[in-house]
């Protein structure tokens, strides 16, 4: 199918959707179908727009609008259902912008990794107990997921950008999964599953904070739905976690065991096995960076980020590696450069550069 087939086709799903059932007062927006070369908004094709980059929602014309990016080889073997349940969370991020959202993480805050180890075994601990809650709808196991991660957080002096990031993305994609449960749920009941299995078995994600923001703050809201409990979600309070504990009494839980945190300790094959994946983490990246500034030249460019893929980009110590794209303003200038490039961050800043190492043509 071409961009505007898509379109339509994408249209006539969304169209069937009540979205204040999805989430309240939440309604349909404008949304684009672009690639390179061309974008389809509102059911007409016109010329490519600088201003359409990766999937997200952007201000276009004073209107918050869905975009989702779609190359020409891609169409033919796409899922429309599953396109549109991935323009459905992009609406939300729309609804989020108009409801004054001001719980955006800093994404630039997010690249910087822990080392320790048991930090990582502790946040897989707490996830095997939030499946475990949304698998079998148990609010005992809910409750435990709080403990570990509160204890986790507290460790870590509150971590709030990673509770920004499931308020964000995993709130819109909650959505998002509900609008698929309506559209197919056997599709939706499939993400769910993969969801599952990528917590439980993708020990590298533990790494990605961003990333597993996505499924961690999904399942937490499916888990609340699920168990009757009211998702709170006030766009301008505490992030969508921290709204939503404590929760209620339940019987079940009226002679449950205080919580104890040598219970709770990681084993020792868990350390070992996540102190060598970090280790490898570290040196792949390390030698992207090694070869990326054997074969660049750097250029001394003072400037601040102001725009970049947050999904396509690692820091190691000052170093920021972008392999899609960045912006960098310098006073009245803004510039785009693409990827790879890497960045000289100054100092202690996280978004302010002293120059980059540009790939030598």
């Not at 599952?196 to 533990?206: E, R, T, Y």
């Amino acid at each position: 199918m071409n961009l505007l087939s898509l379109y339509e086709a994408v249209n006539e799903i969304i169209s069937r959707l009540d979205f204040s059932r999805l989430y309240p007062h939440f309604n349909k927006y404008r949304y684009a179908l672009y690639n390179h070369n061309e974008i389809c908004l509102d059911g007409k094709i016109m010329p490519y727009d600088q201003r359409f980059l990766a999937n997200t929602s952007i201000l276009y014309e004073g209107d918050y609008i869905a975009i989702w990016n779609i190359e020409p080889e891609q169409q033919a073997s796409l899922d429309v259902d599953l396109l549109a349940y991935g323009i459905v969370h992009e609406m939300f991020h729309c609804f989020q912008q108009e409801q004054c959202e001001d719980r955006f993480p800093d994404d630039l805050k997010l690249l910087v990794c822990p080392s320790d180890p048991a930090y990582y075994a502790a946040k897989y601990q707490e996830n095997q107990y939030l499946i475990d809650a949304f698998s079998g709808c148990k609010i005992e196991s809910l409750v435990q997921f709080s403990e570990i991660r509160n204890a986790r957080l507290t460790g870590c002096g509150g971590l709030t950008e990673e509770l920004k990031a499931e308020t964000i993305e995993g709130v819109a994609e909650y959505v998002g999964l509900k609008a698929l449960k309506v559209i197919n749920e056997e599709k939706y009941r499939k993400i769910t599953l993969d969801y599952v299995d990528k917590l439980q078995n993708d020990l590298d994600l533990l790494f990605d904070t961003r990333r597993i923001s996505y499924y961690t703050g999904t399942l937490f809201c499916l888990t609340l739905e699920m168990l009757g409990l009211p998702v709170r979600n006030e766009f301008h309070g505490l992030p969508v976690y921290r709204q939503n504990i404590p929760f209620p009494a339940f019987p079940a839980l009226r002679h449950k065991a205080p919580f104890s945190s040598e219970a709770a300790a990681p084993d020792t094959a868990l350390l070992t096995e996540l102190t060598r994946r970090f280790q490898g983490l570290t040196e792949r990246r390390q030698s992207i960076l090694s070869t990326h500034m054997a074969q660049s030249a750097y250029v001394k460019y003072p400037a601040c980020i102001c725009g970049y893929d947050p999904m396509n980009m690692f820091r190691v110590e000052n170093l920021l590696y972008c392999s899609h794209f960045v912006f960098l303003q310098n006073g009245a200038e803004t510039i785009k450069k693409d990827g790879p490039i890497l960045l000289m961050l100054k100092g202690d800043s996280d978004r302010e550069i002293a120059g980059y190492y540009e790939l030598s043509q």
